[in-house]
């Protein structure tokens, strides 16, 4: 990694503080919204989202000014550091803007192209998913682990849909129609980072969805692999947070799982 402990310790207890001040925010804003701007037909940003983001970013930009940043609505610092802070400061715009409690902020840290700290932040449960890079997954401060279960028949998985189901025939419906006779259950809450420490912490057994963004998976796909889990594309290769196919499991039913993403 290249980073000592001392470092990703620091920087780890920078992106959690950061995270919690972001989801308080976000729950004193909640229910108390008068604007919601559409990205696309069903994509919504809302007068949190960009008070979140504006909170984040402030507090990198102070502490790190020579950082570069990724952030879902507004923010795109390239500078050519080694340094990168992807954010979701809203993940779950739509759950949020209709008042169900299911969303929460995202903030990874990259360094040289791989990501060292993972932070997820669950206002509504006070719930602090959180990860360094070779140190484990904690929510809040107890160790978390996935789940055990061997059988796909068994599992219950999660998934969500893109914005543009409506128009694009790659729209996770036909995948969704194959798992659902075969498992125990399939849940779509509406936060892709969310579901990901749910199966870090063993309540889900796998994940998949397609045309995610950096900002959705950085912070979450680490909490699952430190938690001993298995992050891959569609097909089983190395999973990049740049790539649009994921698949995360508790690494016990990954290979059941594959086949029937492989189909088409």
Partial sequence: MGLSKREIKFFGDFARRAAIDAGQLLKSLSGKLHR???????????EADLA???????????????????AEENTAIENGSDFKWIIDPLDGTTNYAHGFPVYCVSLALE???RVAVGV??????DELF??????GAFLNRKKIHVSSERKLERALLATGFP???ATSRDNNLDYFRRFAPRVR???RAGSAALDLCYLACGRFDGFWELKLSPWDTAAAALIVTEAGGKVTDFKGRKYSIYDKYLLATNGKIHRQMLPVLSKK
């Fill in 36 to 46: 919601i701007d559409y990205k696309g037909r069903v994509n919504l940003v809302t």
């Fill in 52 to 70: 979140s983001e504006a909170l984040v970013v402030g507090l990198i930009r102070e502490q790190f000014p020579a950082h570069a940043i990724l």
């Fill in 111 to 113: 360094y040289k192209g």
């Fill in 120 to 125: 997820v932040y669950n206002p509504v449960l």
């Fill in 130 to 135: 959180h990860a360094v890079k070779g140190g």
């Fill in 163 to 165: 914005y543009d189901i």
């Fill in 185 to 187: 259950g399939i849940r």
